[in-house]
């Protein structure tokens, strides 16, 4: 029903038009929420910048990620600069003043560069994070959708499975797995996965936080499957899969999308808790988890060398969180909020009270 | 106003008048005395912190610093440590016995004489037949310190049955005489016997671990109350001024008269806290991030460097190529960079390129290898291994980790395809001592002390005998039948001039062949807030920090 | 009802089951450093090796080993390594602290997670929402280990506010376990309400959309009415299930760096220490008594469901 009640926003312009399928108008509507266009940019921008790492190493900084200068000296505007102190104190930031090397200054008592460890640790905090994120949703929803249609005992086994999976002492499990893959390696069958290869970290996140996420969707696939849309496709004969990825599914779209961009959170921070243990991203390589567990130890010497790569982290989850945001609404039709000039529109109504 | 602004703010209100309420509640710090100069003053509770519980807090048991620190004034052995630093520190001196004992039959009878009239700290007289009980519990108990007394006559045998007493230890306790029979002689014995290992005990102390409730000792101090895990606390040992420190006079009484130990594992809080002056002492060092400010602020004030006896090397798989090859050896040791290292371990470290440390005795300096990275390229190149893909293992505990990383930055500008493999600390050990994990071929490893017997460095870790399948702790797998024989007949020589002199001879003859990379000795380093006296803390190789050394300042 | 509970027990005994075989073989199977080689020390022999296997049963098979594990857990006899105390105690003694830490934070991260969500919902897409999302994603994105020793020093070192860290039992002194409890809170509590309020709004802004909130709101109730009776408690579901999760979790002791950090000597300090020198009978109290406790708590979880969504209470009842 055409309403005017106003917490429908109003008709599309030309949304009325045939030709519009439904994913061109989802498009048109994300891409006149400026905020989460802007972040899009952002992100992208992040991931140009990890992908430039050769460019800056090979160019301006002339060293490797995981060269050390332990002893070297900088030769800049007349004064002798060293890139370790004899305390171990590292050198911080020097900015453009010795021609772009070591830009963020060293990044401990090693003397690696910090910007290009940054960039390239970068290419591994994302791809971990995003990976593990796609492989932990995609496992979550296929066991929460399984969960909550069948019900019964294909729920009891998954749920007790889930809850086994929660309670298994994840720290343990990081330093046996570390520990072997030094020693040549974890074979599961036919699968042999050499140590430092980085499934290690992205198969441990991944399974970790499966139930995190397939709980809450386990829960609302139950609730959903009350509702009248699902008897009615049974009804009309729809099978189980048809019901779970065809009614199922699209109402956990805006869940799925939220819960993702905020995983990605949690498993760049793990593989940092995995890193140190050994079971995460192997030394000399980096990640911007291991490059604040490093820096932490320099925090009251060089605070930046812990702060910059939490804030690299913190500004990629909120690109993705806000990005997130902005796909759901554009998703979802009737969703309230409207970014564009009808602001009046968003405030709810009765607000007051 | 909108309720939900409202809400807001009184929740904000709320936050802020609850700081406001703590801030003036208190957390607030003061020290309890000025920082002295001269003499402190008798008495008053120490108040400590260890950044982990001890191993075992069973004399019997204990094979850690941090046992060994809380112990080391609680169980005095028949023989201990002076109670000085450095060198001085490193004399075994009479403890429950009455002098030295005299060695006769080529090195093989011990004989020693308790001193009458002590008593342990539960009133039980102490006894001559304690000892062998004390010896049979470190077996019994299956303690790690057990190895150094296998050379008693039977004791192999009981090590296996656990039945049938040490016939090799004979005692009278009317006389007080104890009779100790080795198989073979064995020069370091008598710093074995100061272990306390082997500190008596009274008889009928049970055959299990009593961390929880450490038994009666001979000490200035004892353990009242042990929470495992959480801490302990110490009071004077009443009888040790009724009746030992009379027969022991030479033996320090302590000045506190007690102390309280918590364990608080983030060693961050413990640098503050002592800076707060609410712990007055912390046995472990300053983390590496604080020890840089630490020093400065407080260097002669409240903190002092000590050294210990340990050599921080690398070692090199002798069996197997590269390093097979001595030259190939030789020029990883012109390779390392003991300066580079210094900054590795922000000043921890004091360079050293030799088996022995100094403040051993035997310690000779000598560095054959000054770092000079185009020769070492240059023997390498004229070596040319055949295998130059190694793996280099090191352990995660920093900065052992980032000495490992360092190593293998160099091994890799020397043209080496290296892999890196960190293995947590509590496993390392283990892990390369086991001679079947693969591709053992190079890595760090670090080694303390147990006694200031040279023999303690040479046997453990470069005796072609020490090379176990499991628990190998020679892990250049290193095996000169010279240097062994050596090694074998200086040890049952009692320790003198001319054996130290040896000693330092033996150093050099490996050092030439190279099996390790040593590059340096760590420092530990005495913190106390401002009311003890620094002065008086005394740090010994072997025991640690000494409870009876600690004093407050007037 | 009774049925369910039934099937309830069976499973988490199963859980518990399968989590105890998962560990034991994590330990014996995954290549590692086996125990016995560990004890023996530095200057260890074969001889002293063969005797720590013997004493301590690492010779027999290991469903052997197995069995006595579980038989000595059952019987409250479970002894770690070194010291050789019992296990049991040692979890007992941290459960005040562990509790305390957890029913506290717990509590905090729930209530001004909702909140926080509540608020970006009804005021979605205005600045209200852009910065309380900002602030939510500033929550989820700090490590623990860094946003503790970050606290620790300004709040506790330079500016003396609060103790250096460290646990006060309540009933010792309600003023000083306060002051203990503030920051460790805090901590542990910022990740999740950066998570919950995100979650919640993002449930509240689907449920605005339903009819039957139109419908309830065409019908005339207030909007405080529309807002809690209907919409809160339909988006309440996951965050259920999350706090089930999380809470079960803290319980069983997973804050472990907030408990190290802050030296609070409660299970998760316990739990670093046993893994941090690998001793296998702690590892395996401290996860069991965790798993009941996760295992527990989404039961209770499961049933809330049914409490707040009648439809699923019937629904299964009816079929």
């Known amino acids: 029903m055409n309403s005017t009640n106003r917490d429908v926003a109003p008709a599309e312009p030309d949304a009325g038009s045939a030709g519009y399928g439904p994913w061109r108008l989802a498009l048109r509507r994300f891409l006149r929420n400026r905020v989460a266009v802007a972040f899009l940019i952002l992100f992208f921008l992040i991931v140009l910048f990890v992908l430039a790492a050769p460019l800056w190493a090979n160019h301006v900084a002339h060293t490797g990620p995981n060269e050390g200068h332990t002893l070297e000296k900088l030769h800049v505007n007349g004064e002798v600069r060293e890139v370790v102190t004899p305390e171990g104190k590292p050198i911080g930031p020097q900015l453009f003043e010795a021609e772009g090397k070591f830009f963020l200054g060293a990044d401990s008592r090693l003397g690696r560069d910090e910007m290009v460890r940054l960039m390239y640790g970068g290419r591994t905090s994302l791809l971990i994070g995003v990976i593990s994120g796609l492989i932990t949703t995609l496992l979550a929803v296929v066991l929460g959708l399984l969960a909550g249609y069948y019900k019964g005992w294909v729920d009891a086994v998954i749920a007790r499975t889930l809850d086994v999976l929660w309670s298994l002492p994840v720290l343990l499990f990081g330093i046996a797995i570390g520990t072997s893959l030094a020693l040549g390696g974890v074979s599961i069958g036919p699968i042999h996965i050499e140590g430092g290869s980085i499934w290690v970290p992205i198969l441990i996140i991944s399974i970790f936080y499966t139930p995190y996420v397939a709980r809450p969707i386990r829960g609302e696939v139950l609730s959903l499957g009350e509702k009248e849309f699902v008897e009615a496709a049974i009804a009309q004969g729809a099978g189980p899969l048809r019901v779970m990825f065809g009614e199922l599914l699209p109402n956990l779209a805006s869940t799925i999308v939220v819960f993702f961009a905020l995983n990605i959170a949690n498993n760049m921070l793990f593989e940092a808790a995995l890193s140190f243990l050994g079971a995460g991203v192997q030394p000399p390589n980096s990640s911007w988890g291991t490059m604040i567990t490093v820096g932490e130890e320099l925090l009251t010497t060089q605070p930046l060398l812990a702060i910059i790569p939490g804030v690299m982290i913190m500004l990629t989850v909120l690109s993705l969180n806000i990005v997130g945001d902005g796909l759901r609404d554009a998703l979802d039709p009737r969703s309230k909020v409207r970014l564009e000039a009808h602001a009046g529109m968003t405030e709810p109504q009765g607000a007051a009270v | ?554 | 009802m009774l049925r369910f509970i039934v099937r309830r027990i069976v499973g988490m005994v199963l859980v518990l089951f399968v989590v105890s075989i998962l560990v034991f073989l994590i330990f014996n199977v995954i290549p590692n450093s086996p125990p016995a080689q560990r004890l023996a020390g530095k200057n260890a022999t074969p001889t002293l090796v063969k005797s720590i296997e013997e004493e301590w049963g690492f010779d027999e098979p290991l469903p052997v080993q197995y069995t006595t594990m579980m038989k000595k857990v059952f019987n409250g006899e479970l002894i770690q390594y070194s010291p050789r105390i019992p296990v049991d105690d040692r979890i007992k003694e941290g459960i005040p602290a562990t509790l305390s830490l957890s029913i506290g934070a717990g509590i905090i991260w729930l209530s001004l997670g909702l909140l926080l969500g509540y608020l970006s919902a009804i005021r979605a897409g205005g600045w209200l929402d852009r910065m309380l999302t900002g602030l939510a994603v500033a929550g989820i994105s700090i490590p623990v280990f860094l946003l503790a020793p970050v606290l620790i020093y300004f709040l506790t070192y330079k500016l003396e506010i609060f103790p250096n860290g460290g646990y006060v039992g309540l009933t010792e002194d309600p003023w000083g376990w306060l002051q203990h409890m503030i920051l460790p809170w805090f901590t542990l509590a910022v990740l999740s309400i950066g998570f919950y309020s995100r979650v919640l709004r993002s449930n509240m802004l689907d449920v605005m959309n339903e009819d039957y909130v139109r419908t309830a709101r065409a019908k005339g109730l207030s909007e405080r009415k529309v807002m809690t009776r209907h919409v809160l408690r339909n988006s309440l579901i996951p965050i259920t299930t999350l706090f089930g999760l999380d809470f079960g979790a803290t319980i069983a002791g997973t804050a472990i760096i907030t408990e190290v950090l802050f030296n609070i000597e409660g299970i998760g300090s316990y739990a670093a220490e046993s893994i941090g020198k690998l001793e296998l009978p702690p590892i395996m109290g401290i996860t069991l008594y965790g798993a009941f406790f996760v295992v527990f708590i989404n039961a209770l979880v499961d049933i809330a469901y049914a409490y707040l969504d009648p439809r699923v209470r019937l629904g299964s009842t009816a079929r």
């Open chain 2, 1 to 554: 106003m909108k309720k939900q602004r409202a809400v807001i703010a009184v929740l904000a209100f709320a936050a802020v008048a609850a700081l406001g309420l703590v801030s003036c509640g208190g957390g607030g710090s003061s020290s309890s005395s000025s920082s002295g100069g001269g003499g402190g003053k008798e008495g008053g509770v120490l108040n400590a912190t260890y950044a982990s519980f001890p191993d075992y807090l069973d004399p019997q048991l204990s094979y850690t610093q941090e046992g060994w620190t809380a112990m080391g004034d609680v169980y005095i052995p028949l023989l201990t440590y002076k109670h000085a630093e450095g060198t001085e520190g490193s004399e075994v001196i009479p403890g429950l016995a009455k002098e030295m004992p005299k060695i006769s039959n080529g090195g093989k009878t011990y004989t020693l004489f308790l001193r009458p009239g002590l008593k342990y700290s539960d009133g039980t007289p102490v006894k001559a037949s304690d000892f062998p009980y004390a010896v049979e519990r470190c077996f019994k108990l299956n303690s790690g310190g057990s190895v150094f007394y296998t050379s008693i006559v039977g004791a192999q045998k009981y090590a296996e049955t656990k039945q049938g007493g040490i016939p090799g230890i004979t005692t009278n306790d009317k006389t007080g005489e104890i009779k100790i029979e080795l198989e073979k002689p064995r020069g370091t014995f008598t710093n074995e016997l100061g272990l306390m290992f082997v500190a008596p005990i009274p008889k009928g102390t049970p055959m299990e671990d009593l961390s929880g409730n450490p038994p009666p000792g001979t000490g200035p101090y004892m353990i009242t109350k042990s929470q495992p895990g959480r801490g302990w606390e110490y009071e004077r040992n009443p009888y040790w001024a009724k009746a030992n420190s009379k027969a022991m006079p030479e033996y320090p009484t302590g000045h506190v008269d007690g102390a309280k130990i918590t364990i608080v594992r983030n060693p961050d809080t413990q640098v503050n806290d002592i800076e707060q002056g609410k712990f007055d002492w912390m046995e472990n060092p300053p983390p590496a991030s604080r020890y840089a400010q630490v020093k400065e602020k407080f260097e002669g004030s409240q903190f002092k460097v000590v050294p210990t006896i340990s050599t921080y090397y690398f070692w090199m798989n002798t069996t197997t190529p590269p390093f097979d090859d001595v030259k190939v050896r030789q020029a990883v040791n012109y390779a390392i960079d003991s300066a580079a290292l210094e900054r590795i371990y922000a000043g921890q470290i004091v360079a050293s390129h030799q088996i022995l440390p100094e403040g051993m005795p035997g310690h000779k300096t000598i560095d054959l290898y000054p770092h000079n990275m185009e020769k070492a390229k240059e023997m390498l190149a004229e070596a040319n291994p055949s295998d130059k893909e190694i793996t280099v293992w090191t352990d995660t505990e920093s900065p052992n980790k980032e000495a490992g990383e360092y190593y293998e930055g160099v091994l890799a500008e020397l043209g080496f395809k290296t892999k890196l493999k960190e293995i947590n600390a509590d496993n390392y050990f283990t892990v390369i001592g086991n001679l079947s994990t693969p591709d053992l071929d190079t890595g760090w490893s670090d080694w303390f002390q147990d006694y200031p017997h040279p023999n303690d460095f040479f046997q453990p870790l470069l005796a072609s005998e020490s090379i176990l399948k499991t628990n190998n702790g020679n892990f250049a797998q290193m095996n000169e039948p010279k240097l062994d024989k050596e090694i074998t007949e200086l040890r049952e020589e009692q320790l003198g001039p001319e054996q130290e002199k040896r000693y330092g001879e033996l150093d050099n003859k490996y050092m030439e062949l190279a099996p390790w990379a040593p590059y340096g000795q760590r420092t530990l380093s005495t913190f106390v807030s401002s009311a003890i006296n620094l002065e008086s803390v005394i740090f010994n190789p072997t025991f640690g920090h000494y409870l009876t050394s600690f004093e407050f300042n007037e």
